[in-house]
């Protein structure tokens, strides 16, 4: 067990450096010079030059690098050129955000695609199951800026149920917030519970065939019991493993989702930050959410683990 | 602790094991089974008849794909979903049961009547600890709860010769040896004292070791507690040292049917011969081992007569157009055989062809 959380974890770290080394790399892709753009209207090649010092914009990449590393180590993340904020600030100010739509939509995705996945599996090839392919298969098809667009129109500009978009802090009006946050939470739960939904059908039926499912029935246990139990806590490692994937992407930022509804989280910042050319802030999201994907396929695996007696004993 | 286990033992056994009048655990008439593929439908049983009585053992032979383990299943109610039973009656202490409701059904498995199945490394859920998949059986059945119920599934294990059996409640499946995990699926079959064992090939995926050991097994259990065992199997070693009786299917029909001595000593029917011939024998080692020629019919090519009239030596128009009928030909009215030609020592055109055999 700690041989294999250690095992993890030291895997972990080189993939880490790869990152930041490729987030690092990031900015030499990005066209347009930080300096005039910081610079704004002042157009004097002093000013500009001045600001190239200051920020070792003429340094060779391997210092800006090791400059930027030893930073990023002592939660010296840089300062947006933008507005001046550190970057962690900035960063820590849009994860409650962030985390609030990954589990609203986490819970969404796993509330229909389990249960959807389940009832097609146990009754593979009726209509229940065609009707929940079909949907599931809308569902990953279903660009989200659509559907988000769609919503907006139909239930806030036709019907005015909910407000379009924005965003208020469940600390000034839960009620106020969970309204801003259903549609969105909708968009993105129900493009993962499609493919909750597939992993949990395949899963089942899969384990439903199972020996063990055979010698369930023939001890008289009622359908219920074997399928909830003995058949469902077999199908349930595959589908808790992408569930954490999946929630680690979620947590990643969704970026035409938070764009459409204006919901100021990760995914709107990494797309200001793109446009404005704010070099420090896109690094610090990516490396954050990087990050923040390799712990969770950490969880997974972590999981996989304890979820199988095999492993675990 | 005994108390509850007396009681346990005593009060269902009245009622589930078969009346003093009737010792007929099992009685099996005419039971037809079909699958449906997309092909067609196609008959895996055609009219499969026998009895079980109480304490003793009937082994069902043949070769794979005959229809043993389909007629155990159609017993059960467990068949696939594609599978559906045609005609005929089985009836367990003269209940019915094909045409029973799914419910009625549920509350007979585990209880009346319990199966142990061919592979014991998969038929114990890999998720779930050996006493929790014990006691839930045990539960569904009686009105033993908590302490007592694992009371009683320790004193299972134990039971069924399991060392540390306090100690192996707590592990998982893949913490046991494959002998093991087959004594956790009787212990498991006989928790609640049921009427009728089958068993579908237990120890055909064992070693040769552990085999011999969990045959004992089932025998010294039955002894004790008067379970009737079908007993599914291909190995005439097993019959020869379990069965009391034995039934030796053929393509979905019975070809021939008596006590094991009776079938062993004389064998009527022309595929129980080939089967007895093909066994291997230690102390002869000159001849070389005898096979029957040819293999089974496909459902789609079954001849309309005796279905072993493709492969049989002694098969004429006859036999291939008419369908024989299990009829005793001697002395024993138990020992009965379908084949037109049988005994084979008295039918006289069939000389030629029983040199073949010899």
Same mark, same amino acid.
């Given at each position: ?90 960063? @820590? *100010?849009?994860?409650? $955000?962030? !985390?609030?739509? %990954?589990?609203?939509?986490? /819970? =969404? ?5 389990? +249960? ?104 008289? @246990? *009622?359908?219920?019991? $074997?399928? !909830?139990?003995? %058949?469902?806590?077999?199908? /349930? =490692? ?5 569930? +954490? ?69 | ?358």
């Amino acid at each position: 067990m700690f041989a294999f959380i250690f095992r993890r974890v030291l895997i972990a770290v080189p993939t880490l450096l790869l990152i930041s080394l490729m987030v690092f790399s990031l900015q030499l892709l990005l066209p347009g010079d930080p300096a005039l753009a910081l610079a704004g209207e002042e157009r004097d090649p002093a000013v500009i030059e001045a600001i190239r010092e200051q920020y070792h914009l003429n340094d060779p990449m391997i210092v800006q690098y090791g400059h930027w590393l030893a930073g990023v180590f002592t939660g010296d993340w840089g300062i947006s050129l933008r507005n001046q904020m550190a970057v962690t600030d900035l960063l @820590l *100010s849009k994860l409650p $955000v962030t !985390l609030e739509l %990954a589990i609203l939509a986490m /819970l =969404v995705a796993l509330a229909i695609g389990v +249960t959807a996945g389940l009832v097609s599996a146990v009754k593979k090839g009726t209509r229940w199951d065609f009707g929940a392919n079909v949907i599931a298969l809308s569902g990953i098809s279903i660009p989200n800026f659509w559907l988000g667009i769609m919503l907006i129109l139909l239930v806030s500009v036709r019907w005015g149920l909910l407000p379009a978009s924005g965003y208020t802090s469940p600390l000034e009006s839960v009620s106020r917030n969970l309204e801003m946050m259903v549609m969105p939470a909708l968009v993105l739960g129900t493009a993962i519970a499609a493919i909750m939904m597939r992993h949990t059908r395949s899963a089942m039926i899969q384990a439903m065939q199972a020996d063990y499912v055979r010698t369930a029935r023939a001890k008289g @246990l *009622s359908e219920r019991v $074997v399928i !909830l139990k003995h %058949a469902f806590r077999n199908a /349930l =490692v595959p589908v808790v493993t992408m569930g +954490t994937l999946q929630f680690g992407e979620l947590l990643s930022g969704a970026v035409l989702t938070e764009q459409v509804f204006t919901i100021p989280g990760f995914g709107k910042l990494i797309v200001d930050a793109v446009f404005n050319r704010d070099y420090a802030v896109v690094q610090g999201v990516v490396l954050f959410t990087g990050t923040v994907f390799i712990v969770m396929n950490f969880i997974a695996d972590l999981l996989y683990f304890l979820l199988n007696p095999r492993l675990r004993t | 602790m005994t108390i509850i286990l007396a009681q346990h033992d005593q009060a269902p056994a009245r009622t589930k094991r078969s009346d003093a009048m009737n010792d007929n655990v099992l009685t099996v008439e005419g039971l037809k089974v079909g699958f449906r593929t997309d092909k067609g439908r196609f008959s895996i049983l055609d009219g499969v008849d026998f009895t079980l009585r109480r304490g003793r053992t009937l082994c069902l032979v043949g070769e794979s794909g005959c229809g043993k383990s389909v007629t155990a299943l159609s017993i059960m109610g467990l068949l696939a979903e594609n599978a559906e039973i045609l005609g005929g009656s089985a009836r367990l202490n003269q209940h019915e049961l094909i045409g029973l409701d799914r419910h009625a059904l549920r509350r007979l498995r585990g209880d009346a009547m319990a199966m142990i199945f061919q592979e014991p490394m998969t038929s114990l859920n890999p998720a779930f600890t050996i006493g929790n998949q014990l006691i839930e059986g045990i539960r569904q059945h009686s009105d033993l709860e908590g302490a007592a119920a694992r009371e009683h599934a320790i004193e299972m294990l134990k039971r069924v010769r399991i060392p540390a059996a306090e100690q192996r409640m707590g592990e998982y499946p893949h913490q046991l040896s494959g002998g093991m995990r087959q004594r956790v699926m009787i212990a498991m079959a006989l928790a609640n004292d049921p009427g009728l064992l089958i068993a579908d090939e237990p120890t055909t995926a064992l070693d040769v070791t552990i085999q011999a050991q969990i045959l004992q097994l089932i025998r010294r259990l039955q002894h004790d507690s008067g379970t009737a065992v079908l007993m599914i199997t291909h190995d005439l070693g097993v019959v020869a040292e379990v069965g009391d009786d034995v039934a030796v299917m053929y393509a979905g029909r019975i070809v021939e049917r008596g006590s094991v001595t009776a079938l062993f000593d004389d064998p009527l029917h022309p595929y129980t011969i080939g089967l007895l011939s093909s066994i291997p024998r230690l102390d002869d080692t000159l001849t070389r081992l005898s096979t029957i020629p040819g293999s089974v019919p496909t459902p789609a090519e079954m001849p309309r007569g005796c279905r072993f009239s493709t492969r049989c030596p002694f098969a004429d128009q006859h036999c291939r157009e008419e369908v024989p009928p299990l009829a005793a030909v001697g002395n024993d009215k138990e020992h009965v055989v379908a084949c037109w030609k049988a005994p084979i020592e008295h039918c006289e055109e069939c000389s030629e062809s029983r040199e073949v055999m010899a």
